[in-house]
């Protein structure tokens, strides 16, 4: 993946209700989920839902299939699997250093633990600030 791809990709995902839509069709698995249940399930207005099903097909994300009247939309696990590899590549020197999926979904994107010590320290040079 070129780093110009790994931007728009990542900068389609920084939209929070975008953020939202893909986590919701990779939760969905390959069949994809139409698109008035994705409404429904997010509490996403269909019109509203139509741009953000847009902006994540157009970096790729996402892709579509019509069945009958209804349109199902998927998530793009090729793609989604390059970006994690693009991110991670020569992660640590190009040690083996991260699980390849292990991480818990209640540790990810928690602030790490500090001690009392250093959050009282912190505070106080904080409050010397100008």
Known sequence: MKITDATGVLAALGHES?????????EAGPEGVNAGAAAERLGIPGPTLSF??????HVGLVTRRQQGRFIFYAANYALMDGLIAFLTANCCGGRAC????????STVGR????????????RSNERSLP
Request: hydrophobic share 30%; net charge positive; no cysteine.
């Open 111 to 122: 602030q790490p633990r500090t001690s009392s010590r250093s959050r009282t320290s912190r």
């Open 98 to 105: 991260l699980p390849k999926s292990g991480h818990s979904a």
């Open 52 to 57: 953000h099903l847009a902006n994540l097909s």
């Open 18 to 26: 975008r953020l939202r839509v893909f986590r919701l069709l990779v």
